[in-house]
């Protein structure tokens, strides 16, 4: 009994050791994720630029750089973003997470979508020629406080059957006229790849991630 109790001991600290250098492994897959660089790594469309520290208007969270976006102004339903391509294959999971801000002198008004300006992070899934799935959060709309950072909870994404690519994205929604401005900074997006199992305490296998 002695022995199986040890056994059981070293086998627990092993999965523990194996868990924390896996979490450790976990990195950042986008370039230039804090704008240091401008809009370097990055594709740009719409009313999407890159600033550097100007206060009271432009408050990085962290370093120098920040993105900033705002609608289009076409009185119809239109976006401005940035994102970031990368290959993969079904099955594989992708976290997302992403800060926002916005000034209180160029605030965006209003409760949000649909109707109002609202800014997402969204991981998009793609086959070969179009869109197959994604999940998406809200980041940033007239209902946030203005002049702070707000750190949005991490979005999980499962890429479906037929996936071949991915993009990590921020995109500005303007349904119509509406101001205001989004600040971004310290985008994150990590692949998380299985490299282990072990046993759970009710007898079932769970993957361990990095």
Same mark, same amino acid.
């Given at each position: 009994?002695?022995?199986?109790?040890q056994?059981l001991?070293?086998?627990?600290? $092993?999965? =523990?050791?194996?868990? %924390?250098g896996?979490?450790?492994?976990?990195?950042?897959?986008? !370039?230039?994720?804090? =704008? +240091?660089?401008?809009?370097? &790594?990055?594709?740009?469309?719409? #009313?999407?630029y890159?600033?550097?520290?100007n206060?009271?208007?432009f408050?990085?969270?962290? &370093?120098? $750089?920040?993105a900033?976006? =705002?609608? #289009?102004?076409?009185?119809?339903?239109?976006?401005?973003g940035?994102f970031?391509?990368?290959? !993969?294959?079904p099955? +594989?999971?992708?976290?997302?997470s992403?800060?926002a801000?916005?000034?209180?002198?160029?605030?965006?008004?209003?409760?949000?979508a649909?109707?109002? #300006?609202?800014?997402?992070?969204k991981?998009?899934?793609?086959? %070969?020629?179009?869109?197959?799935? $994604?999940?998406?959060s809200?980041?940033?709309? &007239? !209902? =946030?406080?203005t002049?702070?950072?707000?750190?949005?909870?991490?979005?999980?994404g499962?890429? /479906?059957?037929? !996936?071949?690519?991915?993009q990590?994205?921020?995109?500005?929604l303007? /349904?119509?006229?509406d101001?205001g401005?989004a600040?971004i900074?310290?985008?994150?997006?990590?692949?998380?790849?299985?490299?282990?199992?072990?046993?759970?305490?009710?007898?079932?296998?769970k993957?361990l991630?990095?």
């Amino acid at each position: 009994m002695q022995v199986r109790k040890q056994t059981l001991v070293v086998a627990l600290v $092993g999965a =523990f050791v194996m868990a %924390a250098g896996s979490a450790a492994l976990a990195q950042n897959q986008l !370039t230039n994720p804090g =704008f +240091e660089s401008g809009l370097a &790594g990055w594709t740009a469309f719409g #009313n999407a630029y890159a600033e550097s520290s100007n206060p009271p208007q432009f408050v990085p969270r962290s &370093g120098n $750089g920040l993105a900033s976006m =705002f609608g #289009n102004w076409w009185g119809v339903f239109n976006v401005s973003g940035i994102f970031q391509e990368f290959a !993969t294959a079904p099955g +594989e999971v992708w976290e997302m997470s992403s800060s926002a801000r916005h000034w209180s002198s160029d605030a965006m008004i209003g409760v949000g979508a649909p109707d109002q #300006n609202w800014v997402v992070q969204k991981i998009a899934f793609f086959d %070969a020629s179009q869109e197959i799935g $994604g999940v998406e959060s809200t980041i940033l709309s &007239g !209902t =946030f406080a203005t002049d702070v950072w707000h750190d949005a909870a991490t979005i999980v994404g499962v890429a /479906p059957a037929g !996936t071949v690519k991915l993009q990590a994205l921020i995109l500005y929604l303007q /349904p119509l006229y509406d101001g205001g401005a989004a600040h971004i900074d310290d985008v994150s997006l990590v692949h998380r790849v299985p490299v282990a199992t072990e046993p759970s305490t009710w007898g079932r296998v769970k993957a361990l991630y990095r």
